[in-house]
């Protein structure tokens, strides 16, 4: 079988870091993957959320920058991330986000699957979709949903663009998704994928945000290897895009470039993954630092507050 395409992971801008682990771990029901830090500032978490071993599709993490303003969506963001569960799940899920108090958008339906829109504790923009595709394998067991009903990982995200065309050929030329449909403004371009295979483009978006808490910070595409990776970095680079060199996240190797809309998209590869430096059993469990920043453990622990009472 050829390598999945698809959305990697997603990257947002959190508050609280207490609020966001919360959240995302008891309401949502996913798995912290891994604790560390932000490697250009070390002085925040970086938390990592998935599926069991945090599978590329799967990923969602978070700088949870505390003194940061409050973001709103805005032209040339990813303006809401979705996440796959199984068809059969609805119920259970309306039930359980309005027993956590939150308020949910009523089930509505956009390219044939039904969709719930909520908001995380800093009014980032979520949806969970229910796709026939979820229920084709199993979810999380280990966390406090049931696996029947649990999220699978992410379906995919939407961005908000000026105009769609940019975004839309990288995605079909170069990032191995293919244009499907459309209603409206909004184009749907999917990939091969179980996770990540969707991304949505909303045509003339034209809510005027800003950056801040609650949006996202960027979205990354995956590639195979490293191999692949500078293969599509040379291609990118022939058209003309910027791309950072390759920075090693310890997980995942990375490059970075913008979309003609202003989207900060990443280019990351499927190895190594979050086994890397702990046991699948022991995953998120205790605070990970890359090798350059061991020697400041004891600072950096004293700094970041703890994420359970
Ligand atoms: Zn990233």
């Known amino acids: 079988m050829s390598h999945q395409k698809g959305i990697h992971h997603i990257t947002a801008v959190a508050g609280n870091p207490k609020e966001n682990h919360r959240f995302y771990t008891e309401v949502l029901g996913l798995r912290l993957v891994k604790k560390t830090v932000n490697f250009d500032d070390p002085s925040v978490y970086h938390l990592y959320y998935g599926d069991e071993s945090g599978n590329p599709g799967s990923i969602l993490t978070f700088f949870p920058w505390e003194h940061l303003q409050d973001g709103e969506p805005d032209r040339g963001q990813v303006v809401a991330i979705s996440f796959s569960v199984p068809t059969g799940s609805k119920a259970f899920w309306i039930d359980h986000l309005r027993d956590h108090g939150l308020d949910i958008v009523e089930p ?20 969970l979709v229910f796709d026939p595709k979820a229920n084709g394998f199993d979810g999380w067991s280990g966390g406090p949903i049931d696996q029947e009903y649990a999220i699978r990982g992410l379906h995919g995200a939407t961005l908000g663009e000026e105009n769609y065309a940019g975004a839309g050929r990288l995605l079909e030329e170069d990032l191995g998704f293919e244009l499907t449909n459309q209603f409206e403004n909004r184009y749907l371009y999917e990939s091969n994928a179980d996770l990540g295979a969707s991304v949505e483009i909303i045509d003339g978006f034209d809510l005027n945000g800003r950056p801040g808490k609650g949006t996202v910070h960027h979205i990354a595409f995956r590639v195979e290897d490293e191999a692949e990776q500078q293969s599509l970095r040379k291609q990118l680079l022939n058209k003309g895009y910027y791309l950072t060199e390759v920075k090693d996240r310890d997980y995942f ?7 003609p809309g202003g989207i900060l998209f990443e280019i990351a590869t499927d190895p190594p993954g979050f086994e890397r430096d702990e046991a699948l059993n022991e995953l998120g469990s205790s605070l990970k630092l ?19 009472d």
């Open 253 to 259: 190797k990375s490059v970075y470039f913008h979309e």
């Open 290 to 308: 890359p090798d350059w920043l061991e020697h400041e453990r004891s600072i950096i622990e004293e700094e970041l507050p703890t994420l359970n």
């Open 108 to 127: 509505f339906s956009r390219f044939g699957k039904e969709v719930i829109g909520l908001q995380d504790p800093d009014g980032l923009h979520l949806e």
